[in-house]
Nanobody, 126 residues
């Protein structure tokens, strides 16, 4: 059984930073693309970032490009999302996601991902 456990959310002031983690089990991590999405009550789930199976290709949503960095650690079977220069508009529940096919496509679409974490809340105070 594939399980994704995302963590690292919390309350941070605008301009601050947070790093989210997505620990995986039961997944062929070395062959999977990993993604991060976020959602607020009044919006559709939005693609934030994706990293390809070998870590050589990253894609970002327009609203976070240049501020967020996605990475992965094969030995730990874990993906990360480093978020800098956080803004109040970044407040959301963040979900990690995985897909067996190892590439990332644009635009980032939730329908491309099969497995999901339970979500971690990020709140940015202005």
């Amino acid at each position: 059984e594939v399980q994704l456990t995302d963590s690292g959310g919390g309350l941070v002031q605008a301009g601050g930073s947070l790093t989210l983690s997505c620990a995986t089990s039961g997944l062929n991590f070395g062959a999977a693309a990993m993604g991060w999405f976020r959602q607020t009550p009044d919006k559709e789930r939005e693609g934030v970032a994706c990293i390809s199976w070998n870590g050589e290709s990253m894609k970002y949503g327009d609203s976070v490009n240049g501020r967020f960095t996605i990475s992965r650690d094969l030995a730990k079977k874990t993906a990360y999302l480093k978020m800098n220069s956080l803004e109040a508009e970044d407040t959301a529940i963040y979900y990690c996601a995985a897909r067996h096919a190892g590439a990332c496509f644009e635009p980032l679409s939730r329908s491309d991902f099969r497995y999901w974490g339970q979500g971690t809340q990020v709140t940015v105070s202005s």
